[in-house]
């Protein structure tokens, strides 16, 4: 597990602006709010020991047996749940590939089971991210089938699916083909661990098998369900994503920062003569605003860090901030 990922407002004081969390910060939440606060009796009792309720819903709604469907606390309790399942039915000295820069829980529950880090053509893991964090690189289908053909498993982490006009066919249809999907992002509701795996019946049977019992919260749970009932809007994305190459457009505009290209809400960028970790002091301390210091993904530099979009209002803030930190060396 690492200790250095977004959202890290704990250790600063009077964060105003959140660009870190790769989540928008504005979406009007009030409706489920309300409806949990009107159901916080469900705490008094311990939820289903797996959460099928949920997940009869959910494959209602995405149109899959519910035996293809389960629910976990977070799309992070899946990648070590898989990592655990996978660790036992591969063969000795299992293997694993990222492709990095990508989320590090990938390496850490691989490690956690006995995996060994294997960049060749073929292993018994791959792990992809798409979209990608933090890059925000969208992968296409052909691509996908090329590394589910060349390795045992393939995990396709798709947390950040909804905030990409870039779609995926079905390719958990692929019998190797394990897809990751997270309802703490489509919903904005990171405080809530929502995710679910979709692969055929067969490997869902063999990943209960490594099962906690009452994995996911009673509270979650009534939030899913209350979700999949109502599958609130919260955004246009059309026009969120247009904000966020606004964004990029405006931070390309100062001298020393580059915002790489991206297919969804965030993007990485890199800073010129200084590191992603002063950056982010003084934009914290000075003003109240959070950036994601990238530097500790693999593959990346002391000079990566990466934002998301918010508001245009809080965007022009962040590239203002950003302009203000380079004028105070060249003042000097």
Known sequence: MLYGHGDDAYRFRNIRLNFSS???????????????????SVIRSYPEPTAHALEAKIAHFIDKNPNQVMVTSGATEAIYLIAQAASILCPDSPTYTVVHPSFSEYDSACQMYGFHSHAH???SLCWLCNPNNPTGEFFDEAYIRELAHRHQWLVIDQSYEDYSLRKLGD????????????????YCIPGLRLGYITVSAEVIAMLRRFCRPWAVNALAIEAGMWLMDHRPQLMDMRAYLSEAQRLRDGLNDIPGIHACETQTNFML??????????LKDYLANEH????????NFPGLTPHHFRVAAQTPEADR???S?????YGLFMVH
């Open 288 to 295: 109240g605003i959070l950036i994601r210091d990238a530097s």
């Open 317 to 319: 803030e962040l590239i």
């Open 171 to 186: 390719v958990d249809e692929l019998p190797n083909v394990i897809c990751l999907h997270s309802m703490t992002k489509k």
């Open 121 to 123: 053509e073929k292993g």
């Open 22 to 40: 790769n989540i928008p910060t504005f979406v009007d939440l009030s409706a489920l709010e309300e409806h949990l606060r009107s159901h916080l």
């Open 321 to 325: 901030a950003i302009m203000t930190y």
């Open 269 to 278: 960028c890199t800073i010129e003569g200084h590191t992603s970790a002063e």
